[in-house]
């Protein structure tokens, strides 16, 4: 493991023709966190999944959203049931890693994208009442009747926007964009983060 031409002094870069720009810290043993999704164990309650982390040794979990996991959480979830959540995880010493929400971007209905940036708003305050560093939205299935240029440049609108909200609310959390199925193709999700200014929006390749 080593930085990439890390400004700050890192170790020296292994790679040719990566520019300074793209420093970045290579995963080791020391940075890389093992976690798990509840899309592989839907009907696992908070204490279930708790047992199940320190059983198979697991430091931390991805909270499904909207799709009814018994875990409870959810973006109309109660302020105090996130709080007990929350006590229950730090009790136990254990992270929710991050929230996979149900948001889709590739929607080219201009009301649905801001119906998305209201739920994001949402799933922001849903994870930093859990202490969850990482929101999972959906790139989505692109129309097949748009150009897929198109596509890119409303969808990255629609991440500045909800990217402009979370630095406006001062969240921790960083949006992930997830690449399946139709931003599997690295050019598509580099155009778009072109058109993304915010240190609040990542991709998450699927």
């Not at 899309?39 to 799709?67: H, N, R």
């Not at 009442?129 to 097949?144: F, H, T, W």
Request: with cysteine.
């Amino acid at each position: 493991a080593a930085v990439l031409d890390a400004p700050w002094g890192g170790l020296p870069l292994p790679w040719k023709g990566v520019p300074e720009r793209m420093a970045t810290l290579v995963a080791n043993t020391y940075n890389l966190k093992l976690c798990f999704t509840t899309w592989v164990c839907p009907e696992w309650t908070v204490a279930a999944i708790l047992d199940g982390m320190q059983s198979y040794k697991f430091e931390g979990v991805e909270l499904v959203l909207g799709k009814g996991h018994l875990h409870g959480v959810e973006l109309d979830a109660g302020a105090e049931y996130l709080q007990e959540v929350r006590k229950q995880f730090d009790e136990a010493g254990m992270a929710v890693a991050c929230i996979a929400s149900a948001i889709e971007l590739s929607n080219p209905d201009l009301l649905e994208r801001k119906k998305s940036v209201e739920q994001l708003k949402r799933a922001l305050a849903v994870a930093e009442s859990l202490g969850a560093p990482y929101i999972r939205v959906q790139g989505g299935e692109a129309p097949k009747n748009l150009e897929m240029t198109g596509v890119v440049d409303y969808v990255a609108e629609t991440l500045s926007e909800m990217a402009e909200h979370a630095e406006q609310m001062k969240s921790r959390g960083m949006i992930l964009m997830e690449t399946q199925p139709s931003f599997a193709h690295s050019r598509y999700v580099l155009e778009m983060m072109r058109q993304v200014f915010s240190k609040k929006v990542g991709v998450l390749w699927d």
